[in-house]
Nanobody, 124 residues
Framework: QVQLVESGGGLVQAGGSLRLSCAASGRTFSRNPMGWFRQSPGKEREFVATITWSGGTTKYADSVQGRFTISRDNAKNTVYLQMNSLKPEDTAVYYC?????????????????WGQGTQVTVSS
């Protein structure tokens, strides 16, 4: 059974940083894109960042570009999201995702596997 387990969420003040981790088990994603989505109360789940299997290509939502960095360690079957200069509007549940396909996508429908989510709360 494939599982994606996120960790690293929590409460932080505006301007602070957090690093999310997502460990995959049940199959390797070393040849597949992985990424992150987030969902705030009352809002649609939205794309945050994605990374190719090699780490050579990344894509970010405009709202996090320049503040967040996605990376991966294929030996550990793990993807990370470094979040800097956090803002109250970054408050959300963050979900790790992985897809069977080879190309990156910003579409929710493009991801086959989802984690349970980790809460990130940014206070003003």
């Amino acid at each position: 059974q494939v599982q994606l387990v996120e960790s690293g969420g929590g409460l932080v003040q505006a301007g602070g940083s957090l690093r999310l981790s997502c460990a995959a088990s049940g199959r390797t994603f070393s040849r597949n894109p992985m990424g992150w989505f987030r969902q705030s109360p009352g809002k649609e789940r939205e794309f945050v960042a994605t990374i190719t299997w090699s780490g050579g290509t990344t894509k970010y939502a405009d709202s996090v570009q320049g503040r967040f960095t996605i990376s991966r360690d294929n030996a550990k079957n793990t993807v990370y999201l470094q979040m800097n200069s956090l803002k109250p509007e970054d408050t959300a549940v963050y979900y790790c995702v992985a897809r069977v396909g080879q190309t990156i996508t910003t579409s929710r429908a493009g991801y086959n596997y989802w984690g349970q989510g980790t809460q990130v709360t940014v206070s003003s």
